[in-house]
């Protein structure tokens, strides 16, 4: 059984609850690595205490210029960069402002046209585990699944007794039922839903259309697969807070990894379901 | 309860004050408790002459009765029939004044208590230090903060002891979770909240005779600051002695907000004490609602300790995913299953309600043993270790948190105070 060993790492960060399953690894290093990665990325991109964000958003809500000197951080601004691109601006932590933003890559100033402050949110827990991913390739690992709040998933390699990763979302409201099963490996999934316990929780941000600042509190839940947990976590984000044409060009690009699900919808669904909302 | 059950009671209560302040870095934290609870020779008992009948002055008739090293030896109060009520707890040969400087010229006593309204207690205090009594005030100390400095430089100019009333300070439950917080179960305390929350109007009925800044003093500024050195004092002793120093600062906001019926002190009160290293005391009282009563809630890192419930509760770290602890027993055991997972991000941060562990030991006499570290204290012409500086820095902390909210902006802890 020992390539059938499995090391876990159980700890809190970016506010909920993280574990990393790693398969076939009796040694420690890995998990210490991929747990660094991740509370790297949080140190750089929280918003709850000072951090290179903080100081990022205290000269932008100014409309003013910085220097990122963090890594991380630059990074993750480029990243973002693409993706609100890729969503139609419907990925923006800015809340709809990042039109408004220069980012210069040579010298890694950015520079806003007006005031405005970032918040990574749920995009910080798949960068954060695709920098985990990273540390475990660079150390061997073939196989392991990372979950950082269970709304975002990483698998890395086939699973342990091979083939894909077989993933069921369970639907929010009615235990037992699932919205869809997929089958993954080296990728992504993340689940946006304005529903379930976790949405119900007495601070959480609104979901707010970047596009038009409407506040988005239609039943539902989105669901989406990609290579990376950055733009898994853009696509379930643009996927929910989407008006349904914009939702269905998204779909259309990716109809097996893309997925929204009003919950006047039937559960137990093997297959996407048509998006009505 | 007979001679021998309170001598068995007495003694299990000093026991548990005993192993509770027997731990690491007690005796600095509480070098007043293992001296209290030490056995009391034999000898004279110490001639205690009261000052203030009402009832918390009678409460401390009755704990004074139980001790085994002093005895009322007077009383005094100008207030007829609170006296004629304290008159039943003592021996009815026992001297009654009207005037306390009566009682100390009588010279029939060793030793005094003061149980007045908090306007009188500085005069009535350096009065029985300047006729050479030793002196029990109860908290608060005094209405301003230069009285309160008053009463401690007379009493070391006298050479007497000077003793404030915080039974917390003797409570085996507050010693036992003092211990625990400093053995490190909870981690750095960065955090107490303390309430104390009522639903009564603290107003009382004037009886035949009296009148109502005698009887209601609680409620006129002049005679107190009210919920801030009635009851708040309590709360910050137990604040400071916790956080193992005192406050840099304070700000706070009060109101008279719901019983609006002649009183000039407020009805709720929420102030923010700054200590060193940006930790915080939240303090907030009212009258108006008991839901959550009066607790301290003492927060570290890794746990809480909430004396007055008597529970320490650890942190809880978030549980293992289910599914995820399922597909790892899968695993292990040949099978390829689905892994149900997602939703909603999960989020630990919601009031948690697992019961916690008790802190053991409920309530006992801790007015009784004060009144005892007293007696030995004026016998023996030392004073309890470390209770006037707890004391004088909580009134100090109460005085300061009313002038903070009448004059609306951030107080800085004084630097002319008495030093210990």
């Given amino acids: ?277 | 309860m007979t001679d021998d059950d309170f001598a068995l009671s007495r003694r299990t209560f000093l026991d548990r004050v005993l192993l509770a302040s027997a731990g690491l870095g007690m005796s600095t934290a509480a070098p007043w408790a293992a001296r209290a609870a030490e056995d009391i020779p034999k000898g004279q008992r110490v001639r205690i002459g009261v000052i203030g009948t009402g009832d918390r002055g009678r409460t401390l008739i009755q704990n004074l009765n139980k001790t085994r090293n002093c005895t009322v030896a007077a009383l005094c109060d100008t207030f007829e029939p609170h006296m004629a009520k304290a008159r039943a707890y003592v021996p009815a040969n026992t001297p009654v004044f009207t005037d306390h400087r009566k009682m100390l010229e009588a010279r029939e006593i060793d030793a005094v208590v003061i149980a007045t309204p908090l306007d009188l207690h500085a005069r009535q205090t350096i009065d029985a230090l300047d006729a050479g009594y030793p002196v029990f005030c109860e908290k608060a100390m005094a209405r301003t903060i230069a009285d309160c400095s008053a009463m401690v430089t007379r009493a070391r100019q006298r050479g007497k002891i000077l003793q404030i009333g915080h039974q917390r300070l003797f409570n085996p439950t507050y010693l036992n979770a003092l211990k625990r917080a400093q053995a490190g179960e909870i981690g750095p305390i960065t955090q107490i909240r303390a309430s104390w929350h009522r639903n009564r109007s603290w107003r009382r009925q004037i009886p035949p005779g009296g009148t109502e800044r005698e009887i209601n003093w609680r409620l006129h500024r002049d005679r107190s600051a009210g919920l801030m050195t009635e009851l708040a004092t309590h709360q910050l002793q137990v604040a400071n002695w916790f956080m193992g120093g005192l406050p840099t600062r304070v700000m706070g906001s009060g109101s008279i907000c719901f019983w609006k019926d002649g009183r000039d002190v407020y009805d709720q009160v929420a102030l923010i004490y700054d200590y060193s290293d940006g930790r915080k005391v939240i303090y907030t009282s009212m009258l108006n609602n008991a839901r959550y009563g009066c607790e301290e809630q003492i927060q570290g890192s890794k746990g809480t300790i909430e004396p007055e419930l008597g529970r320490i509760y650890q942190e809880v770290q978030p549980g293992a995913v289910p599914a995820l602890a399922r597909m790892r027993a899968d695993v292990q055991a040949g099978r390829k299953n689905t892994v149900p997972i997602g939703g909603a991000t999960w989020f630990p941060e919601l009031p948690v309600t697992t019961p916690g562990d008790s802190l053991g030991w409920g309530e006992y006499d801790e007015t009784m043993l004060q009144f005892e570290g007293f007696g030995e204290a004026v016998r023996s012409g030392k004073e309890v270790p470390g209770l006037l500086a707890q004391a004088y820095h909580a009134s100090v902390a109460s005085l300061l948190g009313e002038q903070a909210i009448d004059q609306g902006k951030a107080l800085a802890w004084p630097t002319d105070l008495v030093t210990f």
């Fill in chain 1, 1 to 277: 059984m020992t390539d059938m060993a499995a090391s876990v790492a159980r700890f809190t960060a970016m506010g909920t609850r993280v574990e990393l399953h790693l398969f076939g690894c009796d040694d420690p290093a890995p998990l210490a690595a991929a747990k660094a990665a991740i509370l790297s990325v949080e140190d750089a991109l929280t918003i709850h205490h000072p951090s290179p964000a903080t100081a990022l958003n205290d000269a932008l809500s100014t409309d003013g210029t910085a220097t990122v000197e963090d890594r991380l951080l630059f990074a993750a601004l480029l990243q973002v960069d693409a993706l609100w691109r890729e969503t139609g601006g419907l990925f923006d932590p800015s809340l709809g402002h990042w039109s408004a933003l220069t980012i210069d890559r040579t010298n890694r100033r950015v520079s806003t046209a007006r005031p405005l402050t970032l918040d990574f949110g749920g995009f910080g827990k798949g960068y954060a585990l695709d920098h985990a991913v990273t540390a475990l390739l660079a150390m061997g690992v073939g196989s392991a699944l990372l979950s950082a709040g269970e709304s975002s998933i990483a698998v890395l390699g086939p699973h342990p007794l091979g083939g894909g990763w077989p993933l069921a979302v369970p639907h929010p409201e009615d235990e037992g039922a699932w919205l869809v099963e997929l089958e993954l490996q080296d990728a992504s999934l993340s689940i946006s839903s304005t529903i379930g316990a976790g949405a119900a929780k007495p601070d959480r941000a609104a979901m707010i259309r970047p596009t038009d600042g409407a506040i988005v509190t239609t039943p539902a839940t989105a669901v989406a697969a990609a290579a990376t947990g950055a733009e898994a976590e853009a696509l379930s984000t643009a996927l929910l807070v989407a008006d349904p044409a914009a939702r269905e060009r998204l779909r259309a690009a990716a109809p097996d990894r893309r997925f929204l699900f009003p919950h006047a919808a039937p559960v137990g669904a093997k297959r996407a379901l048509e998006p009505t909302a």
